[in-house]
């Protein structure tokens, strides 16, 4: 969830647009392996959205209203479940963004990626939340107290540069904020180390500290709806999205009630409800005695159905088997169940009270007829926040991609050449640009008839990135010109490296002109746990 290095390897484009494309180019690729604390390198990042299950972000890119230039561009190329931030930015209604950093080195080009995405979300009118992963820095990456200190003030004084208004956003230290702790700890009681162990590899040599710094992260994601449940949305790397995972599981597990679709008084899992619902709509009650479907008939149907026929394994048509025969001559019906999944005494008799038309009650459950699901989320959150429950919405994500080294290879923040500081003085961002690694042939002849590689470009993905600022028409002409075998690669790094150069010196002079704004910021910028 933090920005410690989201810098990584870089991908193909289309040739027609010279936009980068949203499923990654290479194929063939290794297997993804995403660690938020090591270097997880995407070659192929199809392979997200076939392995676990992130969304294209093309798909829901016509939503978005006024979409930044990384959106347009294919910079972002991913999102889990985007949908209720995009809606709520069109309609006015209350979200939120959020992401963090970790302060162990200097804020670079990779981390404006996130800056901008969360001020962007801010001037479309989302509650913004900036904050520092001390306690990640200090448990996961051994940082003494005083480095974090130096570091945060730099992350700080870029995101203010670059246009976060700290008035109508908040800035936090996870060590300093109580209320991230408090739900932290009861997050805690719903995760497990078993849990732990699968998502990230920890084990009997993980220290304690570290593992708390992973439920911190999780009350970080949750901390914008704790004065009211809002879509909010998480702009971070792919290698974070384990952690948005679990945030995602454990919204739902904090949840005083589950809402789902049933037929019956008992419970089925998706796969059995679907086979179900297939056969409640194929089956005609008038068919049978009473003229009423029940379970023994839907269950009479299902033996009669070759298993061929059927999309459903034999142990799941097994089990929906067994249901239904032990309901015997109970009907079938469809209702909303809300189930009772950590729900006080007094919110379960508040949620009966509320729910209109017919009604079932059962222990645990309770079914209603007269109710969509849509109706029934709402309702049952409104009872959950009116009796002290949190009632969160699963948080969304966003994903931006890795960028390439300037030196080939990964963009890391330990080797200085790859990659540039926000820091570094506009001299230097204009030699490392000037001797970067580029997409270009062996010779200007070859490149005036072949074209250059501008996909494989370290250089031009500066201008997709960053230099060619909103203007798309630039963005695309530098890419046409270059695989098109006008634009020679010497011409292009001078050109590149003179906006770098620019970029640098406007936003560090920008840096200058918010020191006052960080001061008087309500963030503490001096941990209290330092010696």
């Known amino acids: 969830m933090t920005g410690d290095d989201p810098l990584e390897e870089s991908e193909s484009g289309d040739p027609t647009t010279g936009e980068p494309l949203t499923d990654g180019g290479a194929a063939g690729a290794d297997d993804v392996a995403l660690d938020p604390w090591g270097s997880s390198s995407v070659s192929d990042y199809r392979k997200l959205f076939e392995e676990f299950g992130i969304e294209e972000f093309d798909e829901v890119l016509e939503e978005v209203p006024n979409p930044h230039y990384l959106m347009r561009r294919g910079v972002i190329f991913g999102h889990r479940d985007y949908r209720p931030v995009a809606r709520a930015l069109r309609n006015d209604d209350p979200a939120a963004v959020l992401s963090g950093f970790m302060p162990t080195g200097d804020p670079h080009i990779g981390h404006k990626l996130v800056f901008d995405e969360i001020i962007w979300h801010q001037e479309q009118g989302a509650d913004a939340y900036g904050l520092i992963a001390d306690l990640e820095a200090n448990s996961a990456r051994g940082m003494s107290w005083a480095e974090i200190d130096e570091h945060a003030r730099n992350y700080l004084l870029s995101l203010l540069a670059l246009g976060f208004d700290p008035e109508e956003g908040e800035l936090y230290r996870q060590s300093t904020n109580r209320e991230v702790q408090d739900l932290a700890f009861d997050l805690g009681a719903e995760a497990n180390f078993s849990e732990f162990q699968a998502i990230y590899g920890f084990d009997g040599e993980t220290d304690v500290s570290h593992m708390q710094s992973v439920v911190t992260q999780m009350a970080d994601i949750l901390y914008p709806q704790l004065e009211e449940p809002k879509p909010t949305v998480i702009p971070v790397g792919p290698d974070q999205d384990p952690h948005v995972r679990l945030a995602r599981d454990l919204a739902e597990r904090m949840r005083f009630f589950k809402v789902s679709e049933a037929y019956a008084s008992f419970e089925l899992e998706d796969d059995e409800r679907a086979l179900v619902a297939e056969f409640y709509e194929r089956l005609d009650p008038v068919e049978f005695d ?60 508040a949620l009966i009270d509320a729910i209109e038309g017919e009604k079932r009650v059962y222990e645990s459950h309770v079914d209603a007829f007269e109710i969509d699901r849509a109706e ?55 030699d490392k640009v000037k001797a970067a690694t580029t997409g270009g042939r062996e010779t200007a002849e070859e490149q005036r008839e072949k074209g250059g590689k501008a996909d494989e470009c370290p250089v031009y993905e500066l201008y997709a990135y960053l230099l060619a600022g909103d203007d798309d028409e630039f963005a695309k002409r530098v890419y046409d010109e270059c695989v098109g075998g006008d634009r020679l690669c010497g011409d292009c790094k001078e050109q590149a490296a003179q906006l770098m150069k620019d970029f640098l010196a406007e936003h560090q002079e920008k840096r200058e002109d918010v020191e006052d704004l960080l001061e008087n910021a309500d963030i503490e910028l001096e941990s209290p746990r330092r010696r």
Do not use: W
Not at 303 to 311: A, F, K, V
Not at 385 to 410: A, E
């Open 376 to 430: 029934a989320e709402e309702l049952a959150r409104e009872i959950e926040v009116d009796n002290g429950g949190y009632g969160f919405q699963p948080p969304s994500s966003i994903y931006h991609r890795f960028m390439t080294g300037l030196t080939g290879g990964k963009m890391s923040s330990s080797i200085p050449a790859s990659h540039i500081s926000l820091l570094d003085d506009p001299e230097d961002g204009y």
């Open 290 to 349: 009473d003229d009423d479907l029940r379970c023994v008939h839907v269950a009479e149907a299902l033996e009669e159905t070759p298993l061929s026929e059927l999309d459903a394994s034999a142990d799941t048509l097994s089990s929906v088997l067994t249901k239904l025969n032990e309901a015997g001559m109970e009907p079938v019906r469809p209702r909303t169940r809300f189930f009772d999944r950590r729900a006080t005494d007094d919110a379960f008799d």
